[in-house]
């Protein structure tokens, strides 16, 4: 049995407008095979997936929640002394730089950590120009 | 070489070259608000004139590999180096020259001195208050959440608001302060 994902997907947009906006932003039909091309929050959508009431649907809710997780990050840093928060920024700071260079590897598939370091290199030297971008200029100010 | 083995050196050689020096950027807004990652050490210098910079800028050649040109920022033009770490992890070193901006002249003379175990250094930062005098002058996405985590963290009722208001007022960016505010929840 296959599934029109698109007609479920119109047939939930009309009953839920705001929910299928927020989280579909891109459906293409390739084929006999439909394929969610971009889903918010990563979600990658079966057209078998049952219409679930989240809290996404309950905008009061969600802000509770949001506020509450934000309340638990706030309240835990304040049991820390400063040193103990720079210490922690050190710690992530290294471990996310190990958790970049293992996924170079692996995306690379090669098992020399030198390549490794290279492509993590690269892409720090392209997000750099990124965030850069507007911010900096090599250009003198004008008097 | 780690973030901390990294920063240490930094600080070192400005100590070495008997220049004055404050760490901004992530370690400030972790030291004051919720620990975050980042991928640079950025660190503002005292200095006047090319000489002390470039004598510090020498000084780490053995650790960063610098670019040789000199940036500016399109906000308040004051001027940067940027070097990258030449040890396996691409961390950044990002210095700054003090300049003559009112704020970051009283935002240096405020700083406060720590002594970090990590760095096994003293290392001079700003106050929590210039932090997020500075984050939201700077207003990118990352400035203004770096705010809003040193206010949550700090906790207006701890902070010196009037001085923040004050130069917030001069900035303009006193809605941004406001936002940041309202946007707390109730702890």
């Given amino acids: 049995m296959q599934h029109n994902v698109l007609s479920l997907l119109h047939d939930n947009h009309s009953q839920h407008p705001s929910r299928t906006q927020r989280r579909v932003d891109e459906v293409e039909q390739r084929n006999d095979r439909v394929v969610i091309v971009k889903a918010v929050c990563g979600l990658y959508l079966s057209p078998c997936l049952p219409t679930m009431p989240t809290i996404h649907d309950d905008p009061a809710a969600l802000k509770a929640l949001q506020d509450d997780i934000y309340r638990q990050k706030v309240l835990r840093a304040r049991g820390m002394t400063a040193l103990e928060r720079l210490a922690e920024a050190f710690e992530l700071t290294n471990s ?5 260079h293992e996924g170079a590897m692996w995306q690379l598939g090669t098992t020399d950590p030198a390549k490794g370091w290279m492509e993590v290199r690269r892409r720090m030297d392209r997000l750099g120009k990124a965030n850069d971008h507007g911010i900096y200029t090599t250009e003198a100010p004008t008097a | 070489m780690s973030i901390e083995e990294l920063a240490a050196v930094v600080v070192a050689a400005c100590e070495a070259e008997g220049v004055e020096h404050m760490v901004t950027g992530a ?10 990652s980042t991928k640079d050490v950025d660190v503002v210098l005292s200095v006047s004139g090319g000489s002390a910079l470039s004598r510090v800028v020498a000084r780490l050649q053995v650790d960063v590999e610098f670019d040789p040109q000199i940036q500016f920022d399109t906000l308040t033009w004051g001027r940067r180096q940027v070097g990258v770490s030449k040890h396996t992890t691409p961390l950044k070193v990002e210095l700054f020259e003090l300049f003559d901006d009112p704020f970051v002249q009283e935002q240096f003379a405020r700083r406060r001195q720590l002594f970090s175990p990590s760095m096994k250094r003293i290392a001079w930062l700003p106050s929590p208050e210039d932090v997020i005098v500075q984050k939201l002058r700077w207003g990118r996405a990352k400035d203004l959440i770096d705010a809003h985590d040193v206010l949550a963290v700090q ?11 004050g130069w917030c007022a001069r900035h303009g960016t006193t809605a941004r302060l406001q936002a ?8």
Avoid: H, N
């Fill in chain 1, 96 to 100: 996310v730089f190990t958790r970049m």
């Fill in chain 2, 27 to 36: 370690f400030a807004t972790s030291y004051y608000g919720i620990p975050r």
């Fill in chain 2, 155 to 165: 906790g207006p009722e701890t902070l010196d608001m009037a001085y923040i208001e």
């Fill in chain 2, 180 to 187: 940041a505010l309202d946007s707390i929840p109730p702890m």
